[in-house]
């Protein structure tokens, strides 16, 4: 039996061939794994858990139906879909998760988390971050006609496609001290996140021993799909078909 890992699809009805890949992916691949974990930013931005779009229904009856399969799927939100709450996790059975979470992986300690916290040099991102997770924001905003979310969510996209096209490369990467602090902190020589888009395996070289970081891909071209199992790990790309 396999864990898979996936994050950053941005889920759009805007972008079909990323959505037939995810679909494909749940019914043929999810459905044999002992779990799923999806680490942020599966929608390009979620409104708020009254969408009841064709769109965001048919994502949510694809995890309520593997989650009824007997299929465990479980959620850290990411900095596009911050805004997933109780009532989509009673709606298709998926367990919301903390920003930073301990799993045991086949006797592996692993911290799982979005990654966006990890990029402390890009300070107005984490202003701006401060500022939406704000309890009294977030519950003023949840009572907000869904009309009115519409255009507020409209405008802090615009303003995040200006404000990415201003930053380097370096500034919307993880911050490395960041890093070995966040895996320190919790005493696991693997970490596990999504976020920057730059799929890959990182070996650090601490004082103590060698630690892991798989980095997630996104699905903007390919869907991207971590493998891991008793035996190991194995980070995979899916061809949109």
Not at 21 to 37: D, G, P, R, V
Not at 61 to 66: G, Q
Not at 149 to 178: A, F, G, H, R, Y
């Amino acid at each position: 039996m396999t864990t898979l890992f996936i994050s950053d699809l941005h889920l759009s009805p805007n972008t079909p061939e990323t959505t037939d890949c995810f679909i494909k992916f749940m019914h043929n691949e999810a459905t044999q794994a002992e779990a799923l974990y999806v680490l942020g930013d599966l929608f390009e931005f979620w409104i708020g858990d009254d969408d009841n779009s064709e769109f965001a229904t048919k994502i949510k009856l694809e995890f309520k139906h593997l989650v009824a399969s007997g299929i465990p799927c479980f959620f850290i939100r990411g900095n596009r879909d911050f805004l997933v709450g109780k009532r989509f996790s009673k709606q298709t059975g998926v367990q919301l998760l903390e920003q930073e979470t301990i799993i045991d992986l086949y006797g592996k300690k692993a911290v799982i988390l979005h990654g966006d916290t990890l990029c402390t040099r890009d300070v107005s991102y984490l202003e701006y971050r401060k500022k939406v997770h704000l309890p009294w924001l977030q519950w003023l905003y949840n009572r907000t006609p869904f009309f009115i979310k519409k255009k507020i969510v409209s405008k802090i996209q615009s303003d995040i496609k200006q404000d990415k096209n201003t930053k380097s490369l370096e500034i919307m990467d993880v911050t490395p001290s960041e890093v070995e602090s966040v895996m320190e902190k919790h005493n696991v020589d693997l970490m596990i996140h999504g976020h920057t888009h730059r799929p890959n395996i990182h070996r650090i070289n601490s004082t103590k021993e060698e630690k892991t970081r798989i980095v997630l891909g996104d699905w903007y071209t390919q869907g991207s799909v971590l493998v891991y199992d008793k035996n190991g790990y194995d980070l995979q790309t899916r061809p949109f078909i």
